[in-house]
């Protein structure tokens, strides 16, 4: 069964504008990544947050954890073209144990 | 640094038919992992290794796969026979430990598809 659920299923925007994808997850969590998949380089870890910190940056990507809600949300701003890609969140299992369980994934394109 | 290197990167079968995928992790990782993507879903983890023991293989079918990484290094997963629902990308990461706050490297990965 899949641990983290992304929405949107697909976005698409216009280059220039930010683009958020939401993940939900079902059980406590040590930490929570985010990684990116097009054709040209495959999947590509973006950012881990821990699960006790709220916010972290990462260029010009932000993500921010709920655990209370258990949810995490992925901001890309001043989206360009080369962002096209599938956005997944990946959570372990909590505990003392990681055993990585992935979500379907939001597929973002960006026009310019 | 060399990255995680998988072969082959296509592979056409005919089902109940055998195949074999290879991985050579990037030097120096101890954690190798294979998983399972199918179109529109995301990767499903097949089998962790922690150098040459299994660390998880709890959704691994083991009737029809199975999975080694002898020396701790280099790992190969073979599905014997094939069905048609093995056709998907397989997908080959490691890490440098198994960890709550490692970060894995994904392979080019291997698209299968079982006719």
């Known amino acids: 069964s899949q641990q983290g659920e992304e929405d949107p299923q697909a976005l698409s925007i216009q280059e220039g504008e930010n683009a958020t994808m939401n993940c939900s997850y079902k059980?406590?969590?040590?930490?929570l990544q985010w990684y990116r998949q097009n054709s040209g380089r495959g999947l590509v870890h973006l950012i881990l947050?821990?699960?006790?910190?709220r916010e972290k940056h990462s260029g010009r990507l932000r993500v921010t954890l709920d655990t209370s809600k258990k949810s995490s949300s992925l901001l890309i701003t001043a989206s360009r073209a080369a962002d096209t890609a599938s956005y997944f969140c990946?959570?372990?299992?909590?505990?003392?144990?990681?055993?990585?369980?992935f979500g379907r994934g939001t597929s973002l394109i960006v026009h310019p | 640094e060399a990255g995680v290197a998988q072969s082959p990167r296509y592979k056409i079968i005919e089902k109940r038919q055998s195949v074999a995928f290879w991985c050579n992790p990037i030097?120096?990782?101890?954690?190798l992992y294979w998983y399972q993507q199918i179109l529109g879903q995301g990767p499903k983890l097949l089998i962790q290794?922690?150098?040459?023991?299994?660390?998880?293989d709890s959704q691994l079918p083991k009737d029809r796969f199975s999975a080694e990484r002898l020396k701790g290094v280099d790992s190969t997963l073979k599905i014997q026979p094939a069905k048609l629902e093995d056709s998907a990308v397989y997908l080959c990461?490691?890490?440098?430990?198994?960890?709550?706050?490692?970060?894995?490297?994904f392979g080019p990965g291997t698209r299968l598809t079982v006719l």
């Open positions: 947050i821990r699960s006790n910190e």
């Open positions: 030097s120096g990782h101890a954690t």
């Open positions: 290794f922690q150098n040459n023991g299994v660390v998880d």
């Open positions: 059980t406590s969590i040590n930490n």
């Open positions: 990461a490691s890490s440098l430990t198994t960890g709550i706050d490692n970060e894995q490297f």
């Open positions: 990946a959570t372990d299992g909590g505990g003392g144990s990681y055993i990585p369980t």
